[in-house]
């Protein structure tokens, strides 16, 4: 009985390395490169966030494992993400494997928005000298702070509010388009018909208020305010 020879031996472990190698280089070419997946996400995120006032910088974190090579990305966010600051951008593959990852992703926006140039009381009608205008991280301020001083002049305070704090709109009232003791269109709207009178509102409203006001016969109905010291009231 024959046996191989030492160096038969060494020449076939010699080739089931090489091909152990080959099969762990191709493996490796096979997986998805970090640098373009995070690269597409960044791309999607800027195209998201075009045309918003500001200088804009995007971060985007890349994978922590690793993800088969894909031919075919498609970036989306998920329902509730944010447009800017702190958000999660995610990123699909349509071929030749499917896979779906989501990536931590940091959204700057350095843009001006309306601050208070003094401390204020609440109920206070807002004017010009009471803005200004400040720069920084919009993304690290609620969505709903004013980029725009005409916009909000004549709108009241809801609470006191200190000196630097970004005006934001759930902070304001609407400007009053109603208000108590003057005279007041009343507009009754029914089924097929529509009738005006005159009347006297009995509180102050802002646009979409509920008021109650005083028709010419004394009478006492509540409708909603609208521009012009106007109440409509459904019925």
Same mark, same amino acid.
């Given at each position: 009985?024959?046996?191989?020879?030492?160096?038969?031996?060494? @020449?076939?472990?010699?080739?089931?390395?090489?091909?152990?190698?080959?099969? #762990?280089?191709? @493996?490796?070419?096979?997986?998805?490169?970090?640098? @373009?997946?995070?690269? &597409?996400?960044?791309? *999607?995120?800027?195209?998201?966030? $075009?045309?918003?006032?500001?200088?804009?910088?995007?971060? =985007?974190?890349?994978?922590?494992? #690793?993800?088969?090579?894909?031919?075919?990305?498609?970036? *989306?966010?998920?329902?509730?993400?944010?447009?800017?600051?702190?958000?999660?951008? /995610?990123?699909?593959?349509?071929?030749?494997?499917?896979?779906?990852? !989501?990536?931590?992703?940091?959204?700057?926006?350095?843009?001006? !928005?309306?601050?208070?140039?003094?401390?204020?009381?609440? $109920? &206070? =009608?807002?004017?010009?000298?009471?803005?200004?205008?400040?720069? /920084?991280?919009?993304?690290?301020?609620?969505?709903?702070?004013?980029?725009?001083?005409?916009?909000?002049?004549? !709108?009241?305070?809801?609470?006191?509010?200190? #000196? $630097? #704090?970004?005006?934001?709109?759930?902070?304001?009232?609407?400007?009053?388009?109603?208000?108590?003791?003057?005279?007041?269109?009343?507009?009754? $709207? /029914?089924?097929? *018909?529509?009738?005006?009178?005159?009347?006297?509102?009995?509180?102050?409203?802002?646009?979409?208020?509920?008021?109650?006001?005083?028709? @010419?016969?004394?009478? =006492?109905?509540?409708?909603?305010?609208?521009?012009?010291?106007?109440?409509?009231?459904? !019925?």
């Amino acid at each position: 009985m024959s046996h191989p020879s030492i160096q038969a031996m060494r @020449a076939a472990f010699g080739r089931a390395a090489l091909v152990c190698l080959c099969l #762990a280089g191709a @493996a490796h070419a096979a997986d998805q490169n970090p640098a @373009a997946l995070q690269a &597409h996400a960044e791309r *999607f995120l800027k195209m998201q966030a $075009n045309g918003l006032p500001g200088k804009l910088s995007v971060s =985007v974190k890349p994978p922590r494992s #690793a993800l088969n090579a894909c031919d075919a990305l498609e970036a *989306f966010q998920p329902p509730g993400s944010r447009t800017i600051g702190k958000t999660t951008v /995610g990123v699909r593959c349509l071929a030749p494997s499917q896979w779906t990852v !989501y990536l931590p992703a940091q959204i700057k926006l350095i843009g001006r !928005y309306v601050a208070t140039s003094q401390p204020l009381p609440a $109920n &206070h =009608v807002l004017t010009t000298s009471d803005l200004m205008l400040r720069e /920084g991280d919009l993304g690290l301020l609620t969505p709903d702070v004013a980029s725009d001083i005409d916009a909000i002049v004549g !709108y009241r305070t809801v609470s006191g509010l200190a #000196a $630097n #704090a970004p005006l934001r709109s759930r902070l304001l009232r609407s400007p009053l388009v109603v208000q108590q003791g003057q005279p007041t269109r009343i507009v009754l $709207n /029914g089924p097929g *018909f529509t009738v005006q009178s005159e009347g006297q509102a009995l509180a102050n409203g802002s646009v979409g208020d509920r008021v109650r006001v005083k028709t @010419a016969s004394g009478q =006492v109905v509540s409708g909603i305010a609208q521009d012009g010291q106007q109440i409509v009231v459904a !019925y």
